[in-house]
Nanobody
Framework: QVQLVESGGGLVQAGGSLTLSCTTS????????VAWFRQPPGKEREFAAG????????GYAESVKGRFTISRDYGKNTVYLQMNSLKPEDTAVYYC????????????????WGQGTQVTVSS
């Protein structure tokens, strides 16, 4: 069982930056691909970024491409989402998710989910 824990959310002004972290409790997940999804207020959850277990393949939603960077540190057993040039429309609960397969932009591909961390971007 992989239990994911997100951290790093908070309140930031538009144009600012935040870095989210996703780690596991109890075991490593270096053989898992990991993605970040987000759910804006009143909307469906959507894919933001994904990284393959090898770290050699990443993907981004068009809405975050060029502003967000996903990366992983195997030594720290952590996947990061660096978010720059934040906009009010980035306000959402951000979730990390893991799968044994390669990353995907589809929720159903992921077996494990964290509880989420709130990101609020003020204008």
């Amino acid at each position: 069982q992989v239990q994911l824990v997100e951290s790093g959310g908070g309140l930031v002004q538009a144009g600012g930056s935040l870095t989210l972290s996703c780690t596991t409790s109890g075991r490593t997940f270096d053989t898992y691909s990991v993605a970040w999804f987000r759910q804006p207020p009143g909307k469906e959850r959507e894919f933001a970024a994904g990284i393959r277990w090898s770290g050699r393949s990443t993907g981004y939603a068009e809405s975050v491409k060029g502003r967000f960077t996903i990366s992983r540190d195997y030594g720290k057993n952590t996947v990061y989402l660096q978010m720059n040039s934040l906009k009010p429309e980035d306000t959402a609960v951000y979730y990390c998710a893991a799968t044994r397969d390669t990353w995907s932009d589809t929720e159903a591909s992921y077996n494990y989910w964290g509880q989420g961390t709130q990101v609020t971007v003020s204008s």
